[in-house]
């Protein structure tokens, strides 16, 4: 059972009547000839990685190697507790929690690379979120990892996680492509609504350069891991509530992956331009390396 696109996916889901996250796990084990009782275990073990990393920084303040950032999770969970924010709780959590691994990331702690470590807040950010807000279980969200997982097989066959060859929309953009869907499948939603969830997050995101200052993935790359949460979840209501995408999934991708070919080199991850060489970012980088 293998799908090479999406359309392929959603008839093999519909054909087999199965939800993405199984057909996640019937590929995996036919293709690593492992049981079904192995993959659920190691994705519980990724799933608890992931909510130590969206943890910790909400607990203390975890600062980068570099000291360009750190913090902000800390600073959102306190701000969380206060209870003035303006977008509610679930909202605020997923930020926090979405910043809280992009810290831990830059600190040299243990993250995820779901599905680059530059990205490595969002998914967990909206798996966790919305699991706690819909009440699911562990097994619940394993599951959700899975449906994850599914759409990022095709994005990876079809185009690019790398923000060297794709900018972050190639990064963050599948990251939260991911987790949109998966999300959609967590709140009931059919294999079709998940990658119509994953089609507008590309949609929304297309275009968005990788200009990371110092060349490090910290600013403004923990930032963006806020704004793919945010959208992951934003764009599961919206498909929840029967907006589906005017363009498929597929060409989303397809455009995706051009689009990231068009962008010249200095906006796809070397530092030379964007945000990474705006006046502020210049003095960044000549602040960690001292130049």
């Given amino acids: 059972m293998l799908a090479k696109s999406g359309k392929e996916l959603i008839e093999l889901c519909a054909e087999n009547n199965i939800k993405l996250s199984e057909y996640a796990i019937i590929r995996e084990m036919e293709s690593k000839n492992i049981s079904k009782e192995k993959l659920l275990v190691h994705m ?13 920084g909400r607990e203390k303040e975890v600062h980068s190697i570099s000291g360009l950032i750190g913090g902000d999770a800390f600073k959102l969970q306190r701000y969380l507790k206060e209870g003035n924010s303006l977008m509610g709780n679930t ?8 910043l809280s691994s992009s810290e831990v990331n830059a600190s040299m702690g243990k993250i995820v690379a779901c599905p680059t470590a530059g990205s490595c807040g969002i998914l967990p950010a909206a798996i966790l979120t919305a699991g706690e807000t819909l009440g699911k279980s562990d097994e619940e969200m394993v599951q959700a990892l899975f449906s994850a997982a599914a759409i ?16 972050c929309q190639a990064e963050c953009g599948s990251a939260a492509a991911m987790a949109a869907g998966a999300v959609v499948e967590m709140m009931g939603g059919t294999p079709e609504m ?3 969830a994953a089609a507008i997050v590309f949609k929304n995101i297309l275009g968005l350069v990788c200009d990371p200052v110092a060349g490090l993935v910290e600013i403004p790359c923990a930032k963006r891991n806020v704004a793919g949460a945010v959208s992951a ?3 599961a209501d919206l498909v929840m509530a029967g907006v589906a995408s005017k363009i498929p999934f597929d060409e989303t991708v397809a455009a995706m992956y051009k689009v990231g070919k068009e962008l010249p080199e200095s906006l796809r991850e070397t530092a030379l331009g964007g945000i990474a060489i705006t006046d502020t970012g210049l003095k960044y980088k000549r602040q960690v390396f001292g130049e």
């Fill in 44 to 56: 519980q073990k990724t799933l608890d990685v992931m909510r130590q990393a969206a943890t910790e």
């Fill in 91 to 98: 909202t605020v959590k997923a930020m926090a929690m979405a």
């Fill in 152 to 167: 990022g097989m095709i994005i990876g066959m079809n185009a690019t996680f790398a923000g060297a060859e794709g900018g």
């Fill in 194 to 196: 998940s990658l119509d």
């Fill in 233 to 235: 979840l934003s764009t």
